[in-house]
């Protein structure tokens, strides 16, 4: 049966129990009260709540002991405006990468397996509030594979535009950055030093720089090979 509880003033951690389990989720209750900063606004078993209802304790932790896609952030964001009114803790989970990708993408922000302690438990919910996030070691070194490989994937585009230079442009910026003068770079280009300073005055505006020496850096950084 599904039941919410009266908050009391002056504890701070809103928490609602979704667990199927009733042992556990009474246990997990008793514990919690005896836990100063903890409030149990509610407690419940998967097919007795509904997203709404957990809403409407405003809770902020939320502790559920199933991999459930519809208790998700994610999906509770899609569902009421794209706001995720609280932080999900999962406990009792399987050790498996697969599924614990899956929670994180999906916004959960504490993951704990079936081996954890009730402390670890108060502990997550604790951590969580405070805006940080709870894993095993082992699946956070996981995460962490993740990202890096997302990022050999994905390519980092620069957040400027590579620059435009004509083949000219770019022959008189390799001669810039050998240290040249632009009458020294007119005399080998075979060009007028009042050609050469209009040329370098559209490369300093083409990519944004105040000096020589930058337009060069940023040049290279853009991928240009600067030769002669």
């Known amino acids: 049966m599904h039941s919410v509880i009266e908050p009391v003033s002056g504890l701070s951690i809103r928490t609602f129990l979704l667990i199927e389990n009733r042992l556990l989720r009474e246990a997990l209750s008793r514990l919690f009260r005896k836990r100063p900063d903890l409030l149990v606004v509610g407690q419940s078993g998967r097919s007795e709540a509904t997203p709404r209802q957990v809403l409407d304790t405003q809770c902020d932790v939320l502790v559920a002991d199933s991999f459930q896609t519809a208790w998700l952030p994610a999906s509770i964001a899609l569902q009421n405006g794209g706001h995720a009114a609280f932080k999900v803790v999962l406990i009792g989970m399987e050790s498996g990468e697969e599924q614990f990708l899956a929670a994180v993408r999906s916004g959960v922000a504490g993951y704990l397996l079936q081996d954890a302690y009730a402390s670890d438990v108060v502990a997550a919910v604790r951590a969580v509030f405070r805006g940080e996030a709870v894993c095993p070691p082992k699946l956070c070194c ?87």
């Open 142 to 228: 996981t995460l962490f594979r993740s990202v890096a490989q997302m990022a050999r994937e994905v390519p980092v585009h620069s957040a400027t535009p590579r620059p435009d230079l004509t083949l000219r442009q770019q022959q008189l910026v390799g001669l810039v950055a050998k240290g040249l003068t632009n009458k020294e770079i007119a005399s080998h280009l075979s060009l007028s030093e009042f050609t050469v300073r209009n040329h370098i005055h559209r490369i300093l505006k083409e990519v944004d720089a105040a000096t020589r020496s930058e337009a060069v850096e940023t040049i290279r950084a853009h991928g240009f090979v600067i030769s002669a």
